[in-house]
């Protein structure tokens, strides 16, 4: 194995640039893996701009990753293997000692690193990843492929799987981008009636293919008028962070619908109290998911086919890839490439 690897590290905050490092030898129950794609999501922005940690190297974001493992620490469960192909997303790896995981809500974990932001992440050749956190992926994926799961995919499968809508029901999309396209493919194979609501027509056609049923562009017509006007929806999944976008959807929903918030945006929801006791409406919110809710949602994915849209770039060129997507100039998603040539050990 090669004695140091490259990184891009936040240096300074809003600053990516490339840096060599020293090969770590993974620690109790960890594992190292070789990284050879990992997903540029809209959370590595915040990461990028954060601080650095006091007394601590400068952070390597990045919370999709995947990779092989190349050196096994003491106590990794036997189903890891030398040379396996693993997953990391943005929770890394539950303590499988505190309250929440003794009760089996990994993802509630109270211990939990999370990944480009307390942790390193897979801007990088090299990653240290706890065994708890990995995800094993399928042969059917490719790695840039299967990047984009790990944290928009599982995250809008699982939002889905809770929002309380059976077959046939109504489910709407807010928001059509980098979360938004999983969402859109996961919802129709659902069997849900998929309506997708984003800004402007610009991206109708393709709300369309990947799924939706309706589309409804939010700039020119009430979103929430329409849903009403169908009887409301049962589920709305809310990808954006615009909270008065959000809250001005509420009344779109059909009475028991539930509000799935998967967006931490910084102002509050605005909510009439009477909307939720009169229809017993309810607001969730909810996390990516542990690593076997990633194995589902990579699982389904290969199952009905479903893919994110993504473009490719090198990792050298993370900092530029930060800055298109600060620009809002990303579709749907990047994946970060690692050239494997030059990390061959
Ligand atoms: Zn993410
Ligand atoms: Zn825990």
């Known amino acids: 194995m090669k004695a140091t690897y490259r990184a891009m590290q936040a240096t300074r905050p809003g600053i990516l640039e490339l840096v060599e490092r020293e090969t770590p030898t993974p620690g109790n129950g960890e594992v190292l893996i070789k990284v050879e794609a990992c997903g540029v999501c809209g959370a590595d922005a915040a990461d990028i701009e954060k601080a650095p940690p006091p007394a601590q190297s400068p952070r390597v974001p990045g919370h999709e990753v995947i990779g092989r493992i190349v050196a096994l620490g003491a106590s990794t469960p036997s189903i890891w293997k030398l040379g396996q192909r693993v997953g990391v997303g943005r929770l890394g790896g539950h303590c499988n000692a505190c309250v929440q995981c003794r009760q089996g809500r990994f993802q509630l974990c109270l211990n939990q690193p999370v990944v480009g932001s307390t942790c390193d992440g897979g801007y990088a050749e090299m990653m240290l990843a706890r065994s708890t956190g990995l995800v094993a992926i399928p042969d059917e994926l490719s790695s840039e492929e299967a990047a984009p799961i790990l944290c928009a995919g599982v995250a809008t499968f699982n939002a889905l799987k809770k929002c309380g809508a059976q077959a046939g029901d109504l489910v709407a999309i807010l928001g059509i981008g980098g979360l938004g396209h999983m969402a859109l493919q996961y919802a129709r194979h659902m069997g849900f009636e998929v309506v997708a609501i984003g800004r402007g027509r610009d991206i109708a056609a393709d709300a369309l293919a990947l799924g939706a049923h309706v589309y409804i562009d939010n700039r020119g017509e009430d979103a929430a008028a329409r849903l009403k006007a169908v009887g409301g929806a049962q589920a709305i999944v809310t990808m954006i962070d615009h909270a008065d976008t959000v809250s001005a ?97």
Do not use: C, W
């Not at 998967?262 to 929801?269: A, E, I």
């Not at 017993?280 to 809710?293: A, E, F, H, K, V």
């Open 249 to 345: 959807l509420l009344g779109g929903l059909a009475p028991e619908g539930r509000l799935v918030v998967l967006n931490p945006s910084k102002s509050p929801l605005q909510v009439s109290a009477g909307l939720l006791v009169g229809g017993q409406r309810g607001i969730l919110g909810s996390i990516t998911g542990t690593p076997y809710d990633n194995e589902k949602a990579l699982n389904f994915s290969v199952l009905v086919n479903v893919r994110p849209r993504i473009e490719v770039m090198p990792l050298e060129q993370a900092d530029e890839a930060y800055r298109k997507l600060k620009t809002g100039n990303v579709k749907f998603r990047m994946v970060l490439i690692v050239d494997n040539a030059s990390n061959a050990h």
